[in-house]
Structures are given as structure tokens and as C-alpha cells.
Nanobody, 117 residues
Framework: QVQLVESGGGLVQAGGSLRLSCAAS????????MGWYRQTPGKQRELVAT???????NYADSVKGRFTISRDNAKNTVYLQMNSLKSEDTAVYYC???????????WGQGTQVTVSS
């Protein structure tokens, strides 16, 4: 079982920055895709950004140019640098990790990001 632990959420003013981190553990051989999703009350969880083990990145249109996803494969850790934050970025952010051939598809517990306007 893969465990994911997120950190780095908090309260920030509009225009500010935050960096989220997510560390995976649990006897992992390899992780294929790592990513960040977010959810607000009453809405479905939505993709924010993903990154493959080879470094291919994918972003939601709403965060392109403001957020940057990166990963350290040696540490099984993924990061999300969030700049120029807006009030609409307020959400619970979840880390996700998928194994090769989807042998696992794990979620973190979520971390709250609140952007005040």
C-alpha cells in the first residue's frame, strides 16, 4: 500500500505564493504518474497538474503560467509551486500517485489552500 503525505498548504493573500510537497512511501518500486488535484465543496475533484516519471507535464488551463509541477524520483516526492495565487485557487489540494500498469492509484489526505482577496 502506497502512502502519500502532503504538506505546505495554508493561508496566503491573493498574488502570493505557496509550495506544496507530497512524499510517497510504502515499498514502492516505481511511480508512473504523480499529480495534484483540487476540490471545493459541492464540486468534483479536478486535475491541477500531473508529471510522468520521464518529466512530461500536463496542466489545467486555469493554472498554466502560474503553477509549476516538479518531482524528485529518487525521493518519490512531487512538488507544486503556486505563484500569482487567486481567490479561485482556494480548495483542498490532493496528491495522487499511479503505478506502472496502474498496479496502484493512491491519494493523499489533502491539504487546505486558502487565498484571501
Amino acid at each position: 500500500q502506497v502512502q502519500l503525505v502532503e504538506s505546505g498548504g495554508g493561508l496566503v493573500q491573493a498574488g502570493g505564493s505557496l509550495r506544496l510537497s507530497c512524499a510517497a512511501s510504502g515499498g514502492i518500486f516505481s511511480i508512473d504518474i504523480m499529480g495534484w488535484y483540487r476540490q471545493t465543496p459541492g464540486k468534483q475533484r479536478e486535475l491541477v497538474a500531473t508529471i510522468t516519471s520521464g518529466g512530461t507535464r500536463n496542466y489545467a488551463d486555469s493554472v498554466k503560467g502560474r503553477f509549476t509541477i516538479s518531482r524528485d524520483n529518487a525521493k518519490n516526492t512531487v512538488y507544486l509551486q503556486m505563484n500569482s495565487l487567486k481567490s479561485e485557487d482556494t480548495a483542498v489540494y490532493y496528491c495522487n500517485a499511479k503505478g506502472p500498469f496502474r498496479v496502484f492509484d493512491s491519494w493523499g489526505q489533502g491539504t487546505q489552500v486558502t487565498v484571501s482577496s
